[in-house]
């Protein structure tokens, strides 16, 4: 999808809320504060400007390398040391901005390696995009700026094109080379996100997790259900979105409707860091949307 030159002002103004959100989230990881308290502040910042979550944020922590959210009465506090992810999106009207960093806990360096590939991953990847240009540019330049810090990109997680209200549209962006055929197009939006490790660079699932969402439109037997829908279309949402335990124990029985993700957790047990941003194709370059100047 290509989005219209009138619009592109709401998706600006989206993705600098997620950018702002995100770096509140890396701010706020701190030693003793629970992930729970991380995800509502970033959460609430998003809110607080006028626009929603696109997903719940995602504090995946060490070895998991994506789809943790801490589940309401999660209280488990972070700890010096701790590799965290924060992958925030925020949405306005539809319009998606999906944004990552990794903080070391307490901001000791012995992470540094890990933050630094992936970071400089995603910035290889950016420094490709193009109208017109092969997705397997992008993939060759992450894959070899991970490399050259001694670490693997992970293979089976993938940046995304994003549509209205969809988070994970049309095309694939590999980490690894020689995975994708496609190419991208002027006006398509892209989040360009590269996962480093030490480990086995795949990923396994984990115990299900506390992200859902609607497969389909419910239909309208069930009138909770249905505002659930009219709320959350098929984005991402989570139980501490949810107003006291009524809310909650319709969720649990809503089930069928819904796909629950599990965490993703790296095959070798090795450290994952993440670095992501949402970008605007544009014929001769890029725009990106989740960069603070
Ligand atoms: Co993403």
């Known amino acids: 999808m290509t989005v219209p030159a009138n619009e592109l002002p709401r998706w600006r103004r989206a993705a600098r809320i997620a950018a702002e959100a995100r770096e509140l989230g890396v701010s706020l990881a701190t030693p003793g504060r629970s992930r729970r308290e991380v995800a509502e502040e970033i959460e609430g910042y998003i809110r607080r400007h006028g626009a929603e979550p696109a997903f719940p944020a995602n504090l995946s922590r060490n070895e998991e390398a994506a789809h943790y959210t801490p589940s309401p009465d999660d209280e488990a506090k972070l700890e010096a040391g701790d590799l965290l992810k924060v992958d925030v999106g925020a949405h306005l009207d539809g319009a998606v901005a999906d944004t990552a960093a990794t903080v070391e806990v307490g901001g000791g360096r012995r992470h540094e390696n890990l933050m630094r590939a992936a970071r400089e991953g995603v910035e290889a990847g950016i420094a490709h995009v193009r109208a017109g240009v092969a997705v397997n540019e992008l993939s060759l330049a992450i894959e070899a700026a991970i490399g050259r810090r001694g670490l693997k990109p992970i293979r089976d997680l993938t940046g995304h094109t994003i549509e209205t209200y969809v988070l994970h549209a049309g095309k694939s962006i590999p980490n690894a080379s020689g995975l994708s055929g496609e190419r991208l197009d002027d006006g398509e939006i892209v989040a360009i996100e590269p996962f480093a490790t030490n480990g086995a660079g795949s ?29 959350f279309r098929t984005l991402p949402f989570t139980a501490r979105w949810l107003d006291g335990d009524a809310d909650k124990e319709r969720l649990r029985r809503a089930r069928r409707h819904l796909q629950t993700y599990p965490v993703f957790v790296e095959r070798g047990r090795g450290l994952v860091a993440q670095a992501e941003h949402t970008v605007l194709v544009r014929p001769n370059g890029v725009e990106v949307l989740t960069r603070l100047d």
């Open 203 to 231: 990923i396994e699932n984990g115990v299900f997790g506390n992200i859902v969402r609607f497969r389909a439109d419910p239909g309208t037997e069930d009138p909770w259900l249905q505002s659930a829908f009219a709320r």
